[in-house]
């Protein structure tokens, strides 16, 4: 072969493996700037939606604890110390349930059902349920629901670990 093909096909095979690398490269950087998208737009959501149901556990807890002994004097105390506070809380519920591990919402489930029976307990109190036995009216009241605050405190340490910040430099690193 002669000098100048040879200096063609070299210069020729240098082109394209620059040209390679510069694609690999571009890529890469591709790849990395969607994992940072995803993490810089999703990740604060998830945080947040699951910070807001932490709150509204801490606050719907307290709220079903301390009504529990207490007397409930109309309709619109009992919707807004009771009843809206559990609602609040499913709906915090469902929004975070998305970011939530199978675990976790097992859990919260959980919880969730004995708290809509505390809020039944404490209605059933305020306005008794009428059951008609053998021709006789009896009231009724719905039991306090065992395990409330176990359940509390199993689903609060589920999600303290989800919040853990040991977990969040775990994920930052993930998408660095």
């Known amino acids: 072969m002669s000098d100048p093909i040879a200096v063609g096909i070299i210069s020729s095979a240098s082109v394209l493996a620059g040209v390679a690398i510069t694609q690999i490269f571009e890529y890469l950087k591709r790849r990395s700037d969607e994992k940072r998208w995803y993490a810089d737009y999703f990740l604060p959501k998830k945080f947040d939606a699951i910070l807001d149901f932490y709150a509204q556990l801490q606050t719907a807890h307290g709220a079903l604890l301390v009504q529990r002994h207490r007397k409930i004097a109309d309709k619109d105390e009992l919707e ?5 506070p559990v609602n609040q809380l499913t709906h915090k519920y469902h929004l975070a349930g998305a970011y939530l591990s199978e675990g976790v919402t097992k859990e919260a489930d959980e919880y969730l059902a ?6 039944a307990h404490i209605a059933s109190r305020f306005n008794p349920i009428k059951i008609i036995d053998k021709g006789q009216e009896k009231t009724a009241v719905i039991d306090w629901p065992e395990g409330l605050d176990t359940q509390y405190i199993a689903v609060r340490k589920k999600i303290v670990e989800v919040l853990n910040p040991e977990f969040l430099k775990k994920v930052e690193k993930r998408w660095q």
């Open 80 to 84: 807004e110390k009771v009843i809206s």
């Open 114 to 119: 004995l708290a809509r029976q505390a809020g």
